[in-house]
T-cell receptor, first 112, second 115 residues
């Protein structure tokens, strides 16, 4: 099946710093999704991207759907302690009945 | 926005018993729901696609007789872990989508511990 490579695996940053993480795939997706998961909870959708080249913001978060449709990045600006958690990218294919393929996650730690 | 309720949030059961986990779409109808399994510090692994009114579709390697899925209504899917063993201990999460144009909403997950 399709594989997603998400990097970095973990990040330790100071409060106020900007963060960038990305996902790449060997094959294309029609939709890219970015989720945040807190310990013991289900993932929460942050941003959904539906078109190649699309750049979308949600507050301090910005994500882009790569032109090749094989990659996406998520940026977090001016990080705060509550940004701590695991961030997952996920890709979907229209032809795959809505199933999502998930990256392995990026664990973000923010030091006050 | 769309809300998916998952119950129970935590369950401890003895080996050999069965456990049922419920996933409800609270304010929308969902013909399709997905069940995932997540091990500590790992990503979500899709187990099966739950289809309202028909049989679930299982991913390769997932035992359908072990993980029984029933999607009897447009707002409820259940996952039953039958004859549970310690290796079934995991975090189980469901997801559903209100509309094709929207992303999937996840339940809050169920932490299953088999002792």
């Amino acid at each position: 099946g399709q594989q997603l490579n998400q990097s970095p695996q973990s990040m330790f940053i100071q409060e106020g710093e900007d963060v960038s993480m990305n996902c790449t795939s060997s094959s294309i997706f029609n939709t890219w999704l970015w989720y945040k998961q807190d310990p013991g909870e289900g993932p929460v959708l942050l941003i959904a991207l539906y078109k190649a080249g699309e750049l979308t913001s949600n507050g301090r978060l910005t994500a882009q759907f790569g032109i090749t449709r094989k990659d996406s990045f998520l940026n977090i600006s001016a990080s705060i302690p509550s940004d701590v958690g695991i961030y997952f990218c996920a890709g979907q294919l229209r032809t795959n009945a809505g199933k999502s393929t998930f990256g392995d996650g990026t664990t973000l730690t923010v030091k006050p | 926005g769309a809300v998916v309720s998952q119950h129970p949030s935590r369950v401890i059961c003895k080996s050999g018993t069965s456990v049922k986990i419920e996933c409800r779409s609270l304010d929308f109808q969902a013909t399709t729901m997905f069940w995932y399994r997540q091990f500590p510090k790992q990503s979500l692994m899709l187990m099966a696609t739950s289809n309202e009114g028909s049989k679930a579709t299982y991913e390769q390697g997932v035992e359908k007789d072990k993980f029984l899925i029933n999607h009897a209504s447009l707002t409820l899917s259940t996952l039953t872990v039958t004859s549970a063993h310690p290796e079934d201990s995991s975090f189980y999460i469901c997801s559903a989508r209100e509309a094709v144009s929207l992303g999937y909403t996840f339940g809050s997950g169920t932490r299953l511990t088999v002792v």
